[in-house]
């Protein structure tokens, strides 16, 4: 058995002066294999992750790692006990408004600079190089006056240290009501078969604010700039964002396959030594992310949601019915709506009540196969 250890780091203070604290669990490896960062719940509601962190806790202590594993559940802990009635809310910093996956920290000028310094130097230099500056980075934000720094802005740079520091990062999230699918980065498209997911959303070498952007944009973009000076470089780190679902629900069952396809994928990268963890023989469709389109409700009403999440539809295909009951006698009270294009529905609005202007879906289009 491996032996799994836990700290629990220091985020900040609540109103009383009582520490906020986020649960760090890390088992060892051999040595020989990449480092592997994974957290879940940033956002309040998307409870999911916690379950598939247990799952693959409760199977690493029984596999040999070659790498190191470092599990962070319960990563914001303000937004998981953000609470109206019976609802988790916890997507948005309830003083500023600002995404809790939007406050990670991004130096756009590193890459460039780091590239000027370093193009003289080896592979294995220039990452170890690079990967102390982006650390050192996030450490020089972290040491800036405390009265600079909003709760959500620490939380996230806390969690950031700890990415910066392995080969993988995976962040766990779910949607309102959705089906499985992955954020990956256009280079790392090869990967994206060994998570055992169906639909894989392709991003651009772009900062958004997020994790797993955080985590892969300044390698590529290091990559880019050494490429540009005649320096061969590939990026050695791959960063997602894994989309388990739905939001407000634990699942343990499903979070067992979670953890099988994640294990598959760590399998892959040679995290573990002799699993037995394969790709699934599936059809798996891929996204540029300038084709994930928003489709927002025409109208208010109540919405009856009829496209089925994650398979193919035609154009012209119902998908949702808005029933608007005021109008029963002076109009038709039920209108269907159908799909504009060749589609596949990812996620929709939690609530069947909607104001215009909601975003109802959220549909890959342009789709191809991986």
């Known amino acids: 058995m491996h032996p799994v250890s836990q700290e629990n780091i220091y985020v900040g203070e609540v109103a009383n002066g009582l520490p906020l604290t986020i649960p760090v669990y890390r088992l060892k490896g051999n040595g020989t294999g990449k480092s592997v960062y994974i957290q879940a719940n940033m956002h309040g509601a998307e409870v999911q992750g916690n379950a598939v962190i247990y799952q693959l806790l409760e199977q690493l202590q029984t596999l040999k790692l070659n790498g190191d594993i470092t599990l962070v559940p319960y990563a914001n802990p303000i937004g998981c006990n953000q609470k109206s009635g019976e609802f988790t809310l916890g997507r948005f910093d309830p003083i500023t408004g600002v995404n809790w996956n939007r406050m990670y920290h991004y130096d756009s000028q590193l890459p460039k600079t780091m590239a000027e310094q370093c193009a003289h130097l080896s592979s294995g230099e220039i990452r170890n190089t690079f990967q102390h500056a982006l650390i050192a980075s996030v450490d020089a934000q972290l040491e800036a006056p405390a009265h600079t720094l909003s709760t959500g802005k620490r939380i996230a740079l806390q969690l950031q240290q700890l990415a910066h520091q392995a080969d993988i990062v995976l962040d766990l999230h779910t949607g309102p009501i959705s089906t499985q699918h992955l954020y990956c980065p256009e280079y790392a498209r090869a990967s994206a078969k060994y998570f055992n997911i169906a639909n894989v959303l392709l991003i651009p070498n772009e900062f958004d604010g997020a994790l797993d952007e ?157």
């Not at 470089?233 to 099988?260: C, H, M, N, W, Y």
Request: hydrophobic fraction near 40%; include cysteine.
């Open 214 to 370: 955080a985590a892969f944009c300044p390698w590529w973009q290091l990559k880019a700039q050494l490429n540009a000076l005649d320096c061969a470089f590939e990026v050695p780190v791959e960063a997602f964002t894994v989309e388990l679902g739905s939001q407000e629900r634990i699942d343990l069952s499903a979070a067992k396959d979670d953890a099988d396809n994640i294990l598959t994928y760590l399998n892959y990268q040679g995290v573990l030594q002799d699993a037995p963890f394969y790709p699934k023989e599936m059809t798996r469709y891929g996204c540029m992310l300038s084709d994930y389109k928003t489709y927002y409700a025409p109208m208010g009403g109540m919405v009856e949601y009829l496209a089925p999440l994650g398979e193919p539809i035609a154009a012209g295909t119902p998908i949702a019915n808005i029933l608007r009951m005021e109008r029963y006698l002076s109009e038709t009270p039920l209108h269907t709506l159908c799909a504009d294009s060749d589609a596949i529905a990812i996620l929709h609005f939690a609530s069947a009540s909607v104001n215009q202007g909601t975003e109802l879906y959220k549909f890959f289009t342009n789709t191809f196969e991986l």
